[in-house]
């Protein structure tokens, strides 16, 4: 109707007059949709979750609804979330594969279950005054969990291997570990810790990230999601902040990957799996801020120390 008075002229035809002409009855003109209570209180919850996650997609915000109670499908969560302007504006950017690379170095040792192939990488960052922070980020290829993000300004091979040494005690030595050619990833020192330990290492080759790609998209999603958002003012802050997303990343982060669920709940349906015995860090210095050893006067009063340490 509005079609046809826009043809013939407002000032020439009516709106009574084009209805009867059309044979349309004119509150059809006048209607105008009225929002249900019910998604007003989901647009509110929706807007909730952007702002505790403003670069979750509607995909897994649809996921966190649901995991909260809501019975909605993901096409009327899309339909609100586009009519609303909830979209991420983020720029993907297709990455174009050089010639000659074999897809079978990608595909080589793929995790098949828990604690079958680890990942570790490092990325870079800052504090607020300009000195460089450091983060030590280890993953488990098959689960999704994040394991560790150890921050310190500075690492060494010794400080990989105290990473390593109390993840083995907790959950168990992998198979495998996977990494790039990083001076600490390759000294010698970690290579015979990591084969006393029985763990294979497994060295993507130079300048070929993609080979590492679990941890590389680890990595996007801890710098796009947290890096990129906050000023860290010191270490300790720093610190706080990542094992806190670290916690959220694990247990309330639906993944796509292991069909929208958590990496500690998938985690959770699978065995622990040990692969061998991890040796100590002989050669590595104390952690900074670890307890240390009961004297000997006070593990000569205490039979249960004296007995451990004989």
Known sequence: MQKVRRRLGHDRVSERRACKALG?????QRYRPKRLDADRRLIADMRRLVESYPRYGSQRVHQLLVGTGWRVNFKRVHRL????HMQVPQKQRRRRRLPGISENSCVRHKAKRRNHVWSYDFLADRTEDGRQLKLLVVIDEFTREC???????????????????????VRGAPEHIRSDNGPEFISKEIQGWLKQASVGT??????????????ESFNGKLRDELLNRELFLSLAEARYLLDEWRLDYNHRRPHSGIGWQTPAAYAATWKNEFAGK?????????????????????????????????
């Open 278 to 310: 991890f040796p100590e860090a002989k050669h590595a210095g104390p952690t900074l801020g670890a307890a240390p050893l009961p004297s000997a006067q006070h593990a000569n009063n205490n039979p249960i120390l004296s007995h451990n340490m004989v």
């Open 24 to 28: 349309q009855c004119r509150a059809t």
């Open 202 to 215: 497994l060295y993507i080759r130079k300048a070929s990230p993609w080979e590492n790609g679990y941890v």
């Open 81 to 84: 979330w586009k009519a609303e």
């Open 147 to 169: 394991l560790a993000i150890e921050t310190g300004r500075t690492f060494t091979a010794r400080d990989v291997i105290l990473t390593l040494q109390y993840l083995f005690a």
